[in-house]
C-alpha cells in the first residue's frame, strides 16, 4: 500500500476520502535495556536498545495502519505521521494515523 507524508500522490488523482486510519502499539522499556541505558548515560552515545525498541514500535503501529486502511477499502493513506506519548512511567505508545483515500 502506498503511504505518503503528504496531502497529495504525485500522478495520482484521489477521487474519495475514506477518513482517518490509524495505528498503535504500546511497549514497554526492558529492565536490561534500562540498565544499560543508564550506564551509557555516563559515557555517552547512542541508546541502541531503544532506538530499536522505537524502530519496531513505528513498524508494528505502521503494520496496523495499513490493515485499518486496508479494512476500509483504501488503495493508499495520505498525511501520514507518528506521534508518542508517555502513558505510564516505563511505558510509551506509538501512533500512526493518516487518511484513507481511493486512487483513480
Sequence with gaps: ?????????????????????????????????????????IVGGEL???????EDARETALRRLEDNARAVGADAVVNLRFTTS????????????GTAVKLA
Excluded at 5 to 31: C, D, F, N, W, Y
Excluded at 48 to 54: A, F, I, K, N, P
Excluded at 86 to 97: M, Q, R
Design 86 to 97: 508517555t502513558i505510564a512511567t516505563n511505558a510509551s505508545e506509538i501512533l500512526a494515523y
Design 1 to 41: 500500500m502506498l503511504m505518503v507524508t503528504t496531502e497529495e500522490i504525485a500522478a495520482q488523482e484521489v477521487v474519495e476520502s475514506l477518513g482517518l486510519v490509524r495505528g498503535s502499539t504500546v511497549q514497554s522499556k526492558h529492565i536490561g535495556r534500562d540498565i544499560m541505558a543508564g550506564l551509557k548515560t
Design 48 to 54: 541502541r536498545g531503544y532506538t530499536e525498541l522505537l
